[in-house]
Structure formats: C-alpha cells, structure tokens
C-alpha cells in the first residue's frame, strides 16, 4: 500500500498569507492525486484533481503542483475560510494525515 | 443537486455487525463509482471501499477487508455497506462519496454528511 505523508502537520499563518502544503508518496502514484479541504463538522470538499486541475468552483487562488512521489497545494492568499484542514489522497486509496492550517 | 443521504449508524457491540445505507439522488446513480471513507473521532480520512457504476468491481482496505462488504442497488439509487466483525478500531463517521466517473480509482467530487459507528461494550 501506498503511503502519503503530509507536512507540516499544522501550519500558523495570518489571513492574506501564501501557504504551501507537502503531500509526499512512497511510491509514484503519476498525477492520480487530489486534495480535500475539510472544516470542523463539516464533509471535505474536493479542491484540486489530477494533481493539478481545480474542481467546479474553488477559487483560483488554490493551486496544486507535482507529479509522481512529490505534491503541493498552495494557497497564494490566505482567506478568513480558508482555515480548514487539507488532505491528499491517492485515487482509490488512501489519504494522508492532513495539514492544520490555522490562524496565527 | 447531488445529494447523498447516509442512514443505519448506531452503537453496537464488539463482534457485531450493522448495515449502512446511502440514498442518492441530484445524478444519474448507475453512471458512477461510489466508495465509503471513514473518519475516526478527531482523527484523519480513511479509505474503506468502493464499487463501479455497474458493481462489478470492488476495493477494500486491508484493514477491512473479509470483515466488510460494500454492494449497490442502481434500481434503488442505493448504496450499501455490510459492516461485520466489528472492533473497536472500527469506529468513526462513516461517509459516503460519489467517484466522478464510472470506475472507482478516481477523484471523490461529492460527499454526504456520513452516519456515526460507535463499537463498544
């Protein structure tokens, strides 16, 4: 099974901040990668795909990059509800731990 | 609209077993994969199962597999899991999500609010 490892674990940023998020595999998974955003008694949501295309209706200022074994999400301005947790997943298997990425 | 209403959640005990169920609606159910994600309390996302459009294919994780059973009935717009076995390890939100294709090794696009499993004594 392929192991997704996500840092930092929490993340303290100000609002209108850049932040980055890692999400590294133990082996390639190609591009066959996406992101979920995930707000306290909430569902996830799908943010990003294919590593890189952005789902129906999240904003332009999240971005993902990377392919086989090394991810990022980036955030290029922090938003108010943009404070959430983030996961990556490889298709059809398993998730990473998640970055925090809270409020400074 | 997609919707995904998840039911069948509840306490049961260790060795026990629980069916859930996921009624969907908002999209043409029998053109998608569908899988379950569970959450621990305040823990991360973990991948369960999943199962194509036509249920022909299915998933599991090692940790459920033999124990859990995932199945669809397209006449029905319903999704099922057949939980048994039980640990306590197993408990968590339990969620069920639409695949944005056909097969099951795709992006998850839309998700329901899930249904709770507490297994204890």
């Known amino acids: 099974e392929i192991v997704l490892t996500q840092s930092p674990g929490t993340l303290s940023l100000s609002p209108g901040e850049r932040a980055t998020l890692s999400c590294r595999a133990s082996q390639s998974v190609t591009n066959y990668l996406a992101w979920y955003q995930q707000k306290p008694g909430q569902a996830p949501r799908l943010l990003i795909y294919?590593?890189?295309s952005r789902a129906t209706g999240i904003p332009d200022r999240f971005s993902g990059s990377g392919s086989g074994t090394d991810f990022t999400l980036t955030i290029s301005r922090l938003e108010p509800e943009d404070f959430a947790v983030y996961y990556c997943h490889q298709y059809g298997s398993s998730f990473g731990g998640g970055t925090k990425v809270e409020i400074k | 609209e997609v919707q995904l209403v998840e039911s069948g959640g509840g306490l049961v005990r260790p060795g026990g077993s629980l069916r859930l169920s996921c009624s969907a609606s908002g999209f043409t159910f029998s053109s998608y994969g569908m899988h379950w994600v569970r959450q621990a309390p305040g823990k991360g996302l973990r991948y369960v199962s999943a199962?194509?459009?036509?249920?022909?294919?299915?998933n599991y994780a090692d940790s459920v597999k033999g124990r859990f059973t995932i199945s669809r009935d397209n006449s029905k717009n319903t999704l099922f899991l057949q939980l048994s076995s039980l640990k306590v390890e197993d408990t968590a939100v339990y969620y069920c999500?639409?695949?944005?294709?056909?097969?099951?090794?795709?992006?998850?696009?839309?998700w329901g609010q899930g249904t709770l499993v507490t297994v204890s004594s």
């Open positions: 294919g590593a890189s």
């Open positions: 999500v639409k695949a944005s294709s056909s097969g099951w090794y795709t992006p998850l696009d839309y």
């Open positions: 199962i194509s459009s036509n249920g022909g294919s299915t």
